[in-house]
C-alpha cells in the first residue's frame, strides 16, 4: 500500500512538473502565434531548442551590412555564448554563439514551408525552407559560420 501511494505521489509529481514546464513554455512563445502569415516576424509555428537569451552579462554590438545577400556582421561581446536570431522570407533562424562556433537554436516556421536542419555545428549552421505548395518550388537556405575570424550569413533563395 505504501508503494501504491509513493508511485501516485510521484506520477502527480511528475504531472504538475511537466505541466508548469510546458505552461512556461507555452508562455514564452504566446505572442509570436499569430492564426494567419501576415507578416515576416509574426510566424505561426515556433520550434525552439536549448537557450534563446544571452547567458552571460554582457554589452554586445552588432553592425550589419544589407548590400548583397551575404552580411557580416561585426561582434564584439565579453560573453562567453550569445543567441542571435535571422528573418528570413519563410521564417527565422536562431543561432548559438560560442567563440568562434556557431550552433542551431531554433527556427520559426511561416505556414505554408517546412524546415530541415542540414547541419546544426559547431562547425556551420544551414537551414533550408521549402514551400509546401506542389507547383511553387522556392527554397531559401541560411548559412551561418566563421571565415578569418568573423561570423558570416549568407541567406539566398533559389
Do not use: C
Request: glycine fraction near 8%; proline fraction near 4%.
Amino acid at each position: 500500500m505504501r508503494r501504491s501511494s509513493g508511485l501516485i505521489l510521484a506520477w502527480v509529481g511528475a504531472t504538475v512538473l511537466a505541466v508548469t514546464v510546458a505552461a512556461t513554455a507555452v508562455g514564452s512563445v504566446r505572442t509570436h502565434v499569430t492564426d494567419s502569415p501576415t507578416v515576416l516576424g509574426s510566424p505561426a509555428i515556433a520550434v525552439a531548442i536549448g537557450p534563446t537569451d544571452e547567458v552571460a552579462s554582457t554589452t554586445t554590438t552588432t553592425s550589419l551590412s544589407a548590400d548583397g545577400p551575404e552580411r557580416i556582421p561585426t561582434t564584439t561581446s565579453s560573453a562567453t555564448t550569445s543567441t542571435k536570431e535571422y528573418d528570413t522570407e519563410a521564417g527565422s533562424v536562431l543561432i548559438t554563439i560560442q567563440g568562434e562556433s556557431v550552433s542551431f537554436a531554433g527556427a520559426t516556421v511561416i505556414p505554408g514551408w517546412k524546415v530541415e536542419v542540414k547541419y546544426s555545428g559547431p562547425e556551420k549552421v544551414e537551414v533550408e525552407f521549402e514551400r509546401i505548395e506542389d507547383d511553387d518550388d522556392r527554397e531559401i537556405e541560411f548559412l551561418a559560420r566563421f571565415k578569418n575570424g568573423k561570423l558570416v550569413i549568407t541567406i539566398s533563395e533559389s
